[in-house]
Every structure is written in C-alpha cells, then in structure tokens.
C-alpha cells in the first residue's frame, strides 16, 4: 500500500520565518510533487521533482523553493513565510513511465501565517 | 495552457438522489482523466481515471464517469448517493505539456449529501 506522510498536519508560523515542509514516500517512486489547496481554486502545483536533485517550477513557484536531496525525500521550503502563503499544502508521489499513473497523496499540512 | 472548469462549487442533495458534477477541460491534445475525492479529514484519493478505449469509467462506491470528446467534458455520476458520499470532488487532467506530464486540477465541488 503506496504510504506518502507529511510531517506535520497542522502548523502555525509568523511572518517572514522560515518554513520547511517535509514529504516522505515509501514506494520509491521518481516523481514527486508540492501543491497548495485552496477553496475554490482545487490545487495549484507549486513545484515538482522527476528525480533526486532535480526539480521543475509548477504553476505557482514564487515564494517557495524545494530540496530533493534523497529519493524517497521531497521538501518544500517557503524562505519568508508570509499571509498569503496560509494555505493547505499537500504533498504527492507518483511512477516515472505511463502518464495514466496515478498519483498518491499525503494528509495534507494546513499552514497559518500569522 | 490546458485549465479544467467544474461549474458547481457546492451541490446538496437528499440520499437516494442522483448526482451529477459536471468537468470541462481546455486541451487540444491527447489527455488523461481523473476524479478524485477527499472525504473529511482524509488524504485526497482516486476515484476513477480514463486513458484510452472505453469512454464510459465505472470507478469505487459506485460512482462512474464518462468522457465524451466532442465536448471536452469528463462528468462523474452516482445513480444513488449515500451520505457517506459527503466529501469534496476535484476533477483533474493529465496532458503533455513543455515541461513533461503536468496534472491541472480543476475548483472543487463541496458536496454534502442530507441523510
């Protein structure tokens, strides 16, 4: 059973912290990818990694940055958190090979920016 | 860019009613197709998915979706909904784009099925 975990379901940060969101995939798959979940927009894809230290922006980068060091490892960092970046961020995993895979999810980590 | 359109935010229903959500996506190409469900306080999870041959998908609990594409439409159904149906749906598409195999979700629709 694929098994990806986030390491928090909920935090609370102050503007301008640095914040770190971690993700973990215990199926080795090669992608992995941060979105952001909003009412009404349905999830954002902020960035995504097809391999070990290797990343690509999604649709809505600005204001974060990732780190893909280990396979099974996915974070995604906000340098300055800010209001706007309260959100709920979930984490994904999926295979490399057929486009019709699908794709796992984590919890979710609900973040406040206060 | 390839965006999906889901019409109703929010749908309430009685149980035994029928449902219908409505998905239209933009995207010349090739596609793939998803719902997904997230039930309250739970990961997001796949219901059903298209990819090729039969355009009419039977997914879990019931729930099917067919994808015609002279419309470029993917509506989920549920002959019977159940309140246990209560959970927010996202439709999704997969298309090839500059920067490889690229998901774009659509709004959401919030449905709460009445026991």
């Known amino acids: 059973d694929v098994k990806v975990t986030q390491s928090s379901r909920y935090l609370v940060k102050r503007t301008g912290e640095k914040v770190f969101l971690e993700c973990v995939q215990d199926m080795d798959h090669e992608n992995m990818f941060w979105y952001r979940q909003d009412p009404g927009l349905g999830l954002r894809l902020i960035y995504f990694s097809y391999d070990v230290k290797m990343k690509e922006k999604g649709d809505i980068p600005e204001g974060y940055s990732v780190s893909r060091e280990k396979k099974e490892r996915f974070s995604l960092i906000l340098e300055s958190a800010s209001t706007n970046q309260t959100s709920m961020y979930l984490c994904?995993?999926?295979?490399?090979?057929?486009?019709?895979?699908?794709?796992?999810f984590g919890p979710g980590t609900r973040l406040t920016v206060l | 860019a390839q965006s999906v359109s889901q019409h109703n935010h929010h749908v309430i229903l009685s149980e035994a009613a029928s449902l219908e959500l409505g998905c239209n996506y933009s995207?010349?190409?090739?596609?793939?197709l998803f719902w997904y469900v997230q039930y309250p306080g739970q990961h997001l999870q796949l219901l059903l998915k298209?990819?090729?041959?039969?355009?009419l998908v039977k997914g879990i609990k019931g729930f099917e979706a067919e994808f015609i594409k002279s419309k470029f439409s993917f509506n989920l159904r549920k002959p019977s909904v159940q309140w246990s149906d209560t959970a927010e749906y996202f439709c999704?598409?997969?298309?090839?784009?500059?920067?490889?195999?690229?998901?774009?979700f659509g709004g959401g629709t919030r449905l709460m099925v009445k026991p």
């Open positions: 298209y990819f090729s041959g039969d355009p």
């Open positions: 994904a995993s999926r295979p490399s090979g057929s486009r019709s895979d699908t794709q796992y």
């Open positions: 995207y010349g190409g090739t596609v793939n």
């Open positions: 999704a598409v997969n298309a090839l784009t500059n920067a490889g195999n690229m998901l774009t």
